[in-house]
């Protein structure tokens, strides 16, 4: 009786674990290995992925018959029956026609190949970020057609399409995995700072142009989509192991360190999950331009000189020597005098680091395509920001958490973005404070004119100096005493300003500003038999402005507003599905303007008995909302007091400013206190006063910035050669822009009398403004790209033409546009995956032609510049590892991309890749 219970436990249990195996190969129409293919049973949660060779084993508990789905990037999926158990297959998958057989999903929030896609995309997939040249997938962008990328620091690189670039580019939106990834107090995105570990990077898309009709307001520029592997069918552990060093004439060579992780596993056919980790860290581009832009040829002995690179130098004011002693004028003059500044180096540590970390739960209750997901991405950075000033962005932090319920039909998805700016400061009033720490701005200029007189008259000499030595003698007995970098009196106080978040005492900048925002989107094409495509869905936001007091004018507390919107879609093929037709429309409404209606159409036709032309046209309008801090900034940067036009804002930003003692008849006062308001209402404009013509202005208060943008393309596949080109127009109205202004401390502006004795006396403060040109700003320009296959080899050249009209004229009256791109573009692309066994290589070269840089911090021009980047890999099946070895800009000629930035030199590497 125990035997038959035995053996009837046993066969029982083996019939419980009895498992079907499948082996086989994975090769492309070459017969050549495709490593790393997925393969999945259809419908189920459960798959593999082959190795280096191509082969997999696969074991399930299913019974045949059953269907595996096997795909590669850079391949046509294909499906294969199974029909019994320990069957052995041999798979063929062919490689995508074209690059232009690639699915997108971004241009209509619908999957489609580009080919047929109604408006510009550019696609990075897992195939191009392999084989990218630079040190990361990020940096490898920039030899897409049409993107241009700005390098503010190792560690935050500003991707941009088209045109009015700067490196707080709120003009351009990034999603990550479907959440915006804009830093919400900042307004604009850090680059891949705390964005997405390469491991876990499945496609990124860009999207160059407006898209306001589907994504909103942030979507003016372009948009930048990166879409992460997902855990059922990309499960195991990779990781990766990337150093070499940074080169630079003004740092030297540095280590670069980069390493990742990521881990993902589906538990069963309901729950699966993932997590990643990178870790980056490097030198960061050194900036030490001295030269004064103001003065050219100017140097330290030029007693206002201010420096490029150098801060503190700012803090200047005309001293009358005559007055100050009593003498009568012309006895010894008066000059413009500037305290001594600090280099920029010994101001920052250029510690660049990147650490970031992301993880993600999906459930599938019902196993099939309703998914839950929770996503949760962090990330930490040191980094260097250049805006109005220079800021070193120390242990800023930003988190996302994301829920999400989506299947093929529908999404829904509210997340939250939050910032914490860590210890982060501005360099220039690090600077200035720092001075003022070891003496005040009044007792070193008295000191500094009392020496400047006694030396030109002789004074304890009976020689009287000439301007040159006594400005150089008084500025030696001025500067006794100045803290020195490097000692501990200097750090003492420069910890000290750095922590202190009061600019007038400090330099540092206190935000912990976030956003919360749902948004949804449902294809009801399956409700009426796929007649045609169409898509509703809407958002909704709310900000958060939590600055205390260092940024915004939060001073009582968090500021908050809302926006919201809702769209439609509808996409119809007809003509044998020769020909797509797209039209959109989408209303958004912020509480501080009046709702306003993006429409977009589009069509699309492919031609040729063998369908390889496509032809577009497109027409849409956009608009883009003012950012929180053309809302509600109020912040005194050294060069002017800037105050956003949000209505409540006016009144919240209250200064109060010293009087000369020949003001002070008039004022009544040694202090008057400003109003915000002032600076709207009761000013002359800057550009005026510098012409000798004082002008009283009266600002209006920003509105919304609008866009009507065409755009003409055509796609082809000529024989071996692969064809892609387009050309847009672009119409602004309501151009957002900023102003200065002077605010006359008692009087007002226009009044003819005590303004202008305000004026004279030295009695006003500049004030920066935001509002609307009324001038209407036009745009064009249009990209070529050709990709074939020489002999194996892929080779491709493209070229990018942009073009601001009336630049010249713009900047010759005061509009300030920050267009900052170059006018003409070239870049090229050439290598082979598969030279000889598991090898390959890769080389991209890019040619930028000059242009001039208008922001801010500061304009000029920047010089043309080349560079080849380039890579060789070599792939070692029986460890599932590849490895690599590259640089970026090999060439080691320096470059910059902005006035004020550090040269870019060159960063050389190996990495160390498994299971990738």
Request: without cysteine; hydrophobic residues 35%.
């Amino acid at each position: 009786m125990k035997k038959l219970f035995f053996v009837f436990t046993f066969l029982f249990g083996a019939t419980l674990i009895a498992q079907t195996t499948v082996t086989g190969k994975v090769v492309d129409q070459n017969g050549e290995p495709v490593p790393s293919a997925n393969v999945l049973l259809l419908g189920k949660a459960e798959g593999t992925v082959a190795d280096f060779d191509g082969n997999f084993t696969f074991s399930t508990s299913e019974t045949p018959p059953f269907k595996l789905k096997i795909s590669s990037i850079g391949y046509t999926d294909t499906t294969v029956d199974v029909t019994s158990n320990n069957e052995v297959l041999s798979i063929t998958l062919n490689e995508a026609s074209t690059l232009l057989d690639e699915i997108v999903i971004s241009a209509s929030r619908t999957p489609e190949r580009i080919f047929e896609s109604p408006v510009s995309v550019e696609r990075f997939g897992l195939k191009e970020i392999k084989n990218t040249t630079a040190e990361s997938f990020y940096g490898g962008l920039q030899n897409l057609k049409g993107v241009d990328i700005n390098t503010n620091s190792l560690t935050f690189q500003s991707v941009n399409t088209r045109g009015f670039a700067t490196f707080a580019n709120t003009r351009f939106l990034q999603l990550v995995d479907g959440m915006d990834n804009t830093a919400p107090g900042l307004n604009f995105v850090l680059g891949n700072l705390v964005g997405m570990n390469e491991l876990d990077v499945q496609s990124v898309e860009i999207l160059p142009g407006a898209s306001s009709a589907l994504y909103g307001a942030g979507a003016f520029n372009g948009i930048l989509f990166m879409r992460s592997k997902n855990p059922w069918d990309f499960q195991g552990i990779s990781a990766y192991v990337k150093t070499g060093l940074t080169s630079q004439d003004a740092a030297g060579d540095n280590p670069y360190y980069d390493v990742g992780i990521r881990a993902a596993h589906a538990f069963s056919d309901k729950f699966a999950g993932k997590v990643s980790f990178s870790y980056l860290q490097g030198e960061d581009w050194h900036a030490n331009r001295t030269d004064d832009l103001s003065n050219p040829g100017a140097d330290r002995s030029d007693p206002n000189y201010n420096g490029l690179n150098v801060y503190g130098d700012e803090v200047s004011t005309l001293l009358n020597f005559d007055a100050a002693a009593g003498l009568p004028t012309g006895t010894v003059g008066s000059a413009r005098v500037s305290r001594t500044g600090y280099n920029e180096v010994d101001l920052f540590n250029y510690d660049a680091q990147s650490v970031k970390a992301d993880w993600s739960l999906h459930y599938k209750p019902f196993a099939n395509d309703l998914e839950l997901i929770y996503n949760g991405r962090i990330g930490r950075g040191n980094t260097i920001y250049q805006g109005a000033n220079r800021y070193a962005v120390d242990g800023f932090k930003m988190q996302q958490h994301k829920l999400e319920l989506k299947n093929d039909n529908f999404f829904i998805r509210a997340y939250i973005v939050a910032e914490n700016s860590g210890d982060a400061y501005d360099t220039r009033f690090a600077a200035i404070n720092t001075n003022s720490a070891w003496k005040s701005n009044t007792q070193w200029f008295t000191e500094y004119a009392q020496t400047f007189i006694g030396a030109k008259l002789g004074v304890g000499t009976g020689v009287p100096a000439t301007d040159e030595q006594a400005h150089a003698a008084a500025r030696v007995v001025a500067d006794t005493g100045r803290l020195i970098p490097g000692t501990a009196a200097f750090e003492n106080a420069f910890n000290r300003v750095i922590s202190d978040g009061d600019l007038t005492t400090g330099a540092k900048f206190i935000d912990n500003t976030k956003f919360r925002h749902v948004n949804g989107n449902y294809n009801l094409a399956h409700l009426i038999d796929d007649w045609a495509d169409i898509q509703v869905g809407g958002s909704w936001r709310e900000y958060e402005l939590n600055s205390q007091g260092t940024i915004f004018t939060d001073f009582d507390g968090p500021i908050t507003y809302q926006e919201y919107g809702g769209y439609m879609q509808l996409q119809k093929k007809l003509m044998d599905d020769r020909l797509k037709l797209t039209l959109s429309g989408r209303y958004d409404k912020n509480e501080f303007f009046d709702g306003f209606f993006s429409p977009r159409a589009g069509i699309s036709a492919t031609l040729g008995e063998n369908r390889n032309h496509n032809v577009r046209a497109s027409v849409q309008q956009g608009f883009r909302n003012p950012t929180t801090q053309d809302l509600f900034i109020g912040l005194n940067v050294g060069a002017a007091i800037l105050v956003g036009s949000a209505p409540d804002n006016l009144d919240r930003d209250v200064r109060t400013f010293d009087v000369s003692q020949q003001g002070q008849a008039f004022s009544g006062s040694p202090t008057v206190d400003v109003v915000g308001r002032a600076a709207y209402e009761n000013a002359f404009s800057l550009s005026s006063v510098q012409a000798g013509n004082p002008t009283a202005v009266n600002i209006p208060l920003v509105q919304p910035e609008e866009i009507t943008a065409f755009e003409l393309g055509y796609r082809s596949q000529l024989g071996k050669f692969t064809i892609d080109l387009s050309g847009y127009y672009n119409i602004y109205d309501q151009f957002v822009s900023q102003t200065q202004t002077l605010v006359p401390l008692y009087g007002e502006a226009g009044d003819g009398g005590l303004s202008l004795l305000a004026l004279q006396n030295g009695d006003f403060e500049v004030y920066q403004v935001y509002t609307n040109s009324q001038e209407q700003i036009t745009s064009y320009g249009g990209t070529i790209g050709v990709d074939t296959k020489i002999a194996g080899f892929d080779l491709g050249v493209n070229y990018t033409y942009t073009l601001l009209e009336d630049a010249e004229d713009l900047r010759a009256r005061g509009i300030r546009t920050n267009f900052n791109s170059p006018e003409h573009k070239v870049k090229a692309s050439f290598g082979k995956t598969d030279l000889f066994k598991n090898f390959g290589f890769g080389v991209n070269y890019r040619w930028s032609d000059d242009f001039f840089w208008e922001a801010s911090f500061a304009d000029g021009d920047v010089p043309a510049y080349s560079v080849l980047d380039a890579q060789i890999n070599y792939s070692v099946p029986s460890i599932k590892s590849v490895f690599k070895a590259g640089g970026s800009n090999l060439l080691a000629d320096e470059y910059f991309q902005a006035i004020g930035s550090g040269l870019i030199g060159s960063i050389y590497y190996v990495s160390w890749t498994i299971n990738p």
